[in-house]
C-alpha cells in the first residue's frame, strides 16, 4: 500500500473527515436554509466540549501549576488549530499582562503559515522538534498539541518531543482514540461529528478547539491570580478604549468616585491592581506595590496583608 492510499484509508475512519449524504444538495438550497443547517450544527458544540469538562479541568491544574513555578504554556498545531492556538497566546498579554514568551503559539511553517499554507509543514515531526527546541523547554513548561484530526505528525511530534523533556502535555483533538491525546499525559477529545463541509474542520471542529482554548488560558490565568473576582485587573491598558475599561474596572471593584480613581490610577502608574490596592488598603503606591510583590501579584492575598 503505497503511502497516499494509506493516508486516505486512515482519513476514512476519522470521524471529522466523515461523508454526510444526507446534505448532499446543500449548494441547492436557499441561503437561509442553510444558514440554518450551520446554526443548527453549531449548537451541539458546547455539548460536546462540556463532556471533556473533567479533562479540561485536570490540565488546567497541573499547567497552573508549571506556570505557578515559572513555566510557560505553548500551543502547537498546523492549519486552523495552529492559527487558533497563535490566536490564543496573542491574546494573553493585553488581557492577562502576561511576560513576553510566558504563553507562545507555535504553527507549523512559521509566523507565514498564518496566512498561506506552507506545504508539507504539517506533515514534519521534526519541524515541531526544532521548533520547540528553538524555546529551549524545560520540565516547568505545558506543550498543548491541538489537532482536530488528532493525527497531525506536527502536533504529535510536538508532543512526544515535549514529554521526553519532561514538560506537561495536553493532546486537543476532535477524535476518539486518536494518537495524539495517546500521546499526551492529558488527553482532551470533544468529538462534535462530522462537518457540514465534509472535512472541513475549521467548522465545529475549530469551534470546538477555540472553546477550550479558551478554558486553558482563561482559567489557567484566573488560577495564577490574574483576575480578581470576574475583573480583568491585569489588564494592559496599551489603547483608549483598555485605559477607558481600566478605569470601570478600578470603579467597579472599590466603588470610588472618579477623581479618587483619577488619583490611584497615576500614583500606580496606570497598573489597575495597585490602583484598586491604594484605594481599598489606604496605602500610597510604593507600599501597594510591595504588597503585590509580596503576594506574588495575587490582590486578594494583598488586600489580606494589608487588612483590607
Known sequence: ??????????????????????????????????????????????????????????????????????????????????????????????????????????????????????????????LARADLDALKLTPDDSVVGVSASGRTPYAIGAVEHARAAGALTVGLSCNANSALAGAAEHGIEVVVGPELLTGSTRLKAGTAQKLVLNMLSTITMIRLGKTYGNLMVDVRASNAKLRARSRRIVAQATGAEDAEIERALTEADGEVKTAILIILAGVDGDTATRLLEESDGRLRAALGKAGA
Open 1 to 126: 500500500m503505497t503511502d497516499a492510499h494509506r493516508l486516505q484509508s486512515e482519513l476514512a475512519t476519522l470521524t471529522t473527515e466523515a461523508f454526510r449524504p444526507e446534505l448532499a444538495g446543500i449548494d441547492q438550497l436557499p441561503t437561509l436554509d442553510i444558514a440554518r443547517l450551520m446554526n443548527g450544527e453549531d449548537t451541539g458544540v458546547p455539548a460536546a466540549v462540556a463532556a471533556r469538562l473533567p479533562e479540561i479541568a485536570a490540565a488546567v491544574d497541573a499547567i497552573a501549576d508549571r506556570m505557578e513555578r515559572g513555566g510557560r504554556l505553548v500551543y502547537a498545531g498546523a492549519g486552523t488549530a495552529g492559527r487558533l492556538g497563535v490566536l490564543d497566546a496573542s491574546e494573553c498579554p493585553p488581557t492577562f499582562n502576561t511576560a513576553p514568551g510566558q504563553v507562545v503559539g507555535l504553527i507549523a511553517g512559521g509566523p507565514g503559515a498564518l496566512v498561506n499554507s506552507v506545504e508539507g509543514a504539517e506533515d514534519s515531526p521534526d
